[in-house]
């Protein structure tokens, strides 16, 4: 059984990625309280162009398709102190069959415990969807409850990356982060690859609107 999430050393070019992380300090400088951004590959293509060649042969065998696409490329930054992201697996708003999608994170600085990186459940990738309740956290809609997490007999793992690293999970994996606790901002990129024959779960998607709704209401 394939695992839900694994480290991928030295996949990406340290030059490039430091780079671009210096554009993107510059350019949203001029938005401090925003710390998410979707689809940043649209207005900034640049992120494309830092993909390694061997990513493919990579993606390929993890998702047993060759046949793949670039669903979205997401920015997040964490400013010191910055909240924890509770507990919830991707999939939960992604609404998609748990083999046909993954994420790969790229960190644009060393990332640790520490400073913000995600603790992953070690589940198996076809772990099921938990329950999940509406959040107060921006940009994180949902979560799963403490007393549902205290119920998982798991091992979790929290990569220590450094410059050029990255990791992939699935989206069915269970992760959280307890914020940057760091005196300096840390910033990622993560790109969710979709193979073209998935197919959306239309009653998982009503469940979620509903959950999206009303987490609307709470922030």
């Known amino acids: 059984m394939k695992k839900s999430h694994a480290f991928l050393p030295r996949l990406f070019d340290n030059k490039l990625l430091i780079s671009i992380r210096e554009y993107f300090v510059k350019e949203y400088k001029k938005f401090p309280e925003k710390t998410y951004w979707k689809d940043i590959h649209v207005s900034h293509p640049s992120v494309l162009k830092i993909l390694p060649s061997n990513l493919d042969e990579i993606l390929t065998n993890l998702l047993n398709n060759d046949k793949y696409e670039i669903e979205t490329v997401e920015l997040h930054i964490q400013n010191p102190n910055s909240e924890s992201i509770p507990p919830h697996q991707d999939n939960f708003y992604h609404c998609t ?39 107060k956290t921006p940009n994180f809609s949902s979560y799963i409850e403490e007393k549902d997490i205290s119920k998982l007999n798991f091992s979790t793992t929290c990569y220590s990356y450094k410059l050029g690293d990255a990791s992939y999970h699935f989206i069915n994996n269970i992760h959280y982060s307890i914020g940057n606790k760091s005196s300096f901002q840390t910033i990622f990129i993560v790109y969710r690859f979709l193979t073209k024959d998935a197919k959306k779960d239309k009653i ?13 209401r709470l922030i």
């Open 97 to 135: 069959e748990f083999d046909k999608s993954l994420k790969i994170l790229v960190p644009l600085q060393e990332f640790n415990n520490n400073n913000g990186a995600l603790f992953y459940i070690d589940t198996d990738y076809d772990f099921p969807i938990l329950p999940h309740k509406p959040s």
């Open 204 to 216: 998982a998607l009503c469940n979620y609107k509903k959950c999206l709704d009303s987490h609307s």
